[in-house]
């Protein structure tokens, strides 16, 4: 078999895996970005998937089921900014804490919904005209989602955000030095409330695709430990959502290929690849000169409280 | 104040985070009943392959029986198996104790010496006490009946497999699969690819679609989620369903699978145990090693369909030439030639392993390794002990295989 066919293989799973990683990361920036962890990714990509999945089975219209996941992931969120923000209590805590409620309930909420096969799947397409360029055309548009497109979208939408407009500033600021940002008249709890929310819609979006359009089905613990991949690509990206795209292909298509190089390299070692390259990365970023341009947000996982400094 | 608060409520999400999710103690409450099970499972009753089966045969037993009380606890850590034990046996007073987790082997083991006047069973170890039985429903019978099957379907001459971990038991099954589809086929090729997880779809659909970009086009897995038949069926290819029915998830591609019925045991074990016939005593050399003859495994797409009829056509008209006998490498046939329909041949392998006599294994010798190692002698069969403990791949096998001898 030609380089070619094995490219395009890798490039079209790498944009089909990617995706959902893409969704949450995209999320966990906007909300990093504002000063707010949040672990709770895992959490609200699993009540994505199962309120996506019972909203399109019982529906049949699978984007309603996207919308009720983006819902019910920004509905899930607003506990963790209300715990962190409002509260100001510890964000790593309630953090896991939303994970561990989000297996729990989605596992709850889920029983008696496993094993039914999905007949409103999302379908997937070919875009026309676009599929017929040579090389391109079947790694990019061929049998792919919507949301595929969707989401890449999304990541230059939300990097423009973040660097071109007021709005990215302020939540910079609000990330970096939040009285400064709240001295120069930007609402700093308003703003991080939103990132937060952003954060929980896109996760609970990325959960909706799992379960209506990449393995339409509804499984306990379906996300198998992807709001974790979620957390090291935003630091793996830089908090930059133009990085996160980059970074959510890549693992995409390492994780492809740790399964397709299987004939011929030992396995065991394959499926450590993805993570050890993430770990290696990130260890060449932290000693070289590029530290400086890491961009952790100052504030992380600092609670804001006016007046105190 | 407001300190407090924080804490009340922090308190509250974690211990309803964690509350929700492994300490589910399903009390089924049956009022009154004089015998009580405790079964301990090491995944999510959720997850539609191992734990779901086992809780689904639970449920019938308690159903059955008027004299049973069943509790469960779900994802239990391998390690932490003799804590949910002792609350099993201390809180919740059970008598007999089901563990369903190869990794439960140590722990039960050691309970079972705790507790000598309560029963204990052990599903898939190998380790025994005078108050412990151990029980296993194998399906590599029932991979051999889908090999065949699959061997007359594939068009490229590939076969594609997801397994979970390099482990005897899979091994076992891939083995089997694969003297099926050479035995109608005899230049096809199984080609695995492993996820070294028992349960992460995105895994198992990453193995599929790699195998598919390499030509495979039928499709069998072991693993536990319905993740394989749904990506071959995307692709429009037929696959073979795994652990529970997985008919419905692709109608028109499902061809039959591998169906469990645990309940089998459950029923028998605990029937002689309210009959007094098992008790705290007579346990070490009681094994259930449930096949096809047992009951305890079924080939099909779902109960009652052993092979979905969108399929009967082609396999009737696939033909092969068997030898009814000793077959011997060299091709010669110590018996008789017959030459029948792919379709007749799992009806008759089918018939022929669930007989009382058993008459037909598909690890019959002369068996080779795929080095080339003569690994069952002819006219033997593979022990109970060389079945649990199989390393070998045998001919037609391609791909990594860990812990190859």
């Not at chain 1, 049949?60 to 715990?83: E, K, R, T």
């Not at chain 2, 590939?158 to 589809?181: C, D, L």
């Not at chain 2, 529970?244 to 499902?254: G, I, L, Q």
């Not at chain 2, 009829?309 to 077959?327: M, N, T």
Request: aromatic share 12%; net charge negative; with cysteine.
């Amino acid at each position: 078999m030609g380089w070619e066919t094995w490219l395009i293989g890798t490039i079209s799973r790498a944009l089909a895996y990617g995706t959902p990683l893409l969704l949450g990361t995209l999320g966990e920036i906007y909300a990093e970005r504002s000063g707010v962890l949040n672990l709770g990714v895992e959490g609200m990509m699993v009540m994505g998937a199962f309120s996506a999945f019972a909203t399109a089975y019982t529906t049949g219209n699978p984007w309603l089921g996207l919308l009720v996941a983006a819902c019910v992931g920004g509905a899930f969120s607003l506990i963790h900014a209300f715990v962190s923000i409002t509260l100001r209590a510890n964000q790593i805590v309630s953090g896991l804490a939303l994970t561990m409620l989000g297996l729990g309930l989605a596992g709850v909420l889920g029983r008696g919904w496993e094993g039914k096969p999905l007949e409103a799947a999302l379908p997937a397409l070919t875009v026309p005209h676009l599929a017929k360029i040579p090389g391109l055309g079947p790694s990019l548009f061929v049998n792919q989602n919507a949301l595929v497109y969707l989401a890449a979208g999304l990541a230059v939408l939300l990097w423009f955000v973040l660097y071109k407009t007021k709005i990215g500033i302020s939540i910079r600021a609000v990330g970096d030095d939040p009285a400064t940002a709240d001295a120069m008249g930007v609402n700093v709890f308003r703003t991080r409330y939103l990132c937060v929310l952003l954060g929980g819609v896109l996760a609970g979006l990325g959960g909706g695709y799992l379960s209506v359009a990449y393995r339409p089905a509804w499984t306990e613990g379906m996300t198998a430990g992807m709001g974790w991949i979620v957390i090291a690509l935003t630091i793996f990206a830089f908090w930059n959502p133009l990085l996160g795209l980059v970074g959510a292909y890549f693992f995409g298509a390492l994780y492809h290929l740790s399964y397709r190089l299987q004939p011929w390299t030992s396995p065991e070692l394959l499926k450590t690849m993805p993570y050890v390259f993430a770990i290696l990365v990130l260890a060449l970023v932290a000693r070289g000169t590029l530290k400086r341009r890491m961009n952790a947000p100052a504030a992380l996982c600092e609670p804001y409280i006016r007046g105190e400094e | 104040m407001k300190g407090i608060w924080i804490r009340v409520l922090l308190v509250f999400l974690l211990v309803s985070g964690l509350g929700l999710m492994p300490l589910l103690i399903g009390s089924a409450a049956g009022a009154g009943g004089n015998l009580k099970a405790g079964f301990i499972y090491v995944g999510p009753i959720g997850d539609y392959g191992w734990s779901h089966a086992h809780n689904a045969a639970r449920l019938i037993v308690e159903e059955t029986f008027p004299w049973l009380e069943t509790v469960y606890v779900e994802s239990v850590p391998e390690a932490e198996v003799g804590t949910y034990i002792d609350r099993l046996i201390q809180q919740e007073k059970v008598d007999v104790v089901f563990t369903t987790s190869f990794g439960f082997m140590d722990g039960t083991l050691a309970a079972a010496q705790r507790y000598p006047e309560k029963i204990f069973a052990h599903c898939s170890g190998f380790k025994r006490a005078p108050n412990m039985a151990t029980y296993m429903a194998d399906f590599y019978q029932v991979y051999y009946l889908n090999g065949l099957m699959a061997g007359a379907l594939t068009k490229s001459g590939k076969v594609g497999y997801v397994g979970a971990f390099p482990i005897p038991e899979v091994k076992r099954h891939i083995n089997a699969f694969t003297i099926g589809v050479r035995e109608v086929n005899p230049t096809a090729e199984v080609h695995v690819r492993w996820i070294f997880e028992w349960y992460n779809p995105a895994a198992a659909k990453e193995a599929a679609e790699a195998l598919i970009k390499d030509g495979a086009d039928v499709f069998a897995f072991t693993e536990d989620s319905p993740t394989v038949v749904q990506v071959a069926a995307q692709n429009g290819l037929p696959s073979f369903g795994h652990y529970s029915p997985m008919f419905d998830f692709a109608p028109d591609y499902v061809v039959s699978g591998q169906i469990v019925h645990w309940e089998k045991f459950y029923l028998d074990f605990l029937a002689k145990v309210y009959a007094g016939m098992y008790n705290t005593t007579n346990l070490q050399d009681v094994d259930y090693w449930g096949l096809l003859r047992e009951g305890a495994v079924e080939a099909g797409a779902k109960p009652g369909m052993l092979i979905n009829p969108k399929f009967e056509g082609a396999l009737k008209d696939k033909k092969v030439r068997i030898c009814i006998g000793i077959h011997l490498p060299d091709s010669t046939c110590i018996g008789v030639w017959i030459e029948i329909s792919v379709y007749e041949l799992v009806m008759l392998r089918l018939e022929q392993m669930k007989d009382f006599e058993m008459v037909f294994d598909p690890f019959t010798g002369p068996i080779y390794d795929r080095k080339g190692n003569l690994v069952i002698q002819p006219g033997a069969r593979a022990t109970y002990d060389e079945l649990l403990t199989m390393e070998w791949a045998v001919e037609g096998v391609v791909g990594p295989w860990p812990g190859e001898p």
